[in-house]
């Protein structure tokens, strides 16, 4: 069996993490194989909240290191490092929680890894066997933050706002922003950037020859 090789892809929240993500995956799969390649979300590993009320989960800061179990990710890491599968909790961002069910979760030759946290945390950049950084401008992501959170997540405008001025910002600027250091790769333009996307490719074709 192929060791997996990790490939993780970082950046602001909206800075185009997951359009690189799924281009990546799809033109993988067209080029190895339905099963060569998966991807992962940061996400997924927020922490549980159920034992709080909604008033508390609607105020918590969701863009600092202590609102992921990063334990838990790293466990997953290396279980899907040694070919095992896992169980990945399901995140629902309309109610700020886990909700009660997993999804199981089989390794593949190719893991790609996104979140905004993830090159913060040294233990998981030293599973990463490619590091990516998506250098996006601010108000770029807030644009596509507000359509994406308005469209998909049932929140306001003045909610978005808020939450990016009382958190998304000042977490970026202290912790996200910081973390490009770690980066192989900085990949400017957002998710449509096919130069980075073809060299991304040849990078992890080269690993799992």
């Known amino acids: 069996m192929i060791k997996p090789v990790i ?8 800075s185009g993490k997951s359009l690189l993500s799924e281009t990546i995956y799809k033109e993988l799969q067209d080029d190895l ?10 996400d997924s590993y927020y922490k549980d ?6 008033d508390d989960r609607i105020k918590a800061n969701y863009d600092h290191p202590n609102a ?28 700020h929680t886990r909700v009660d069910k997993t999804l199981y979760f089989n390794a593949r030759p190719i893991i790609l890894l ?5 090159l913060v945390d040294k233990a998981i950049r030293q599973k990463l066997d490619t590091s990516v950084y ?16 308005i469209e998909e997540r049932d929140r306001t405008m003045e909610s978005v706002i808020t939450q990016y001025i009382s958190s998304v910002r ?10 490009k250091q770690f980066a192989d ?19 992890i074709k080269q690993m799992v020859q």
């Not at 490939?7 to 909206?14: F, N, Q």
Request: net charge negative.
């Open 7 to 14: 490939i993780g892809i970082a950046g602001a929240s909206a």
């Open 33 to 42: 194989g339905e099963k060569s390649v998966c991807i992962l979300k940061e």
């Open 49 to 54: 909240q159920a034992h709080l009320d909604m």
């Open 68 to 95: 992921f179990d990063h334990n838990l990710l790293m466990h997953h890491l290396n279980e899907l490092k040694a070919g095992n599968s896992v169980e990945v909790p399901v995140y629902d961002y309309r109610i």
């Open 114 to 118: 996104e979140g905004i946290l993830l």
């Open 134 to 149: 998506m250098d996006t401008p601010l108000d770029i992501c807030l644009l596509r933050r507000l359509q994406r959170d």
């Open 170 to 179: 000042p977490m970026f600027l202290e912790f996200v922003e910081p973390s």
């Open 185 to 203: 790769i900085i990949v400017p333009r957002g998710g449509r950037n096919r130069v980075a996307i073809d060299m991304i490719k040849a990078r």
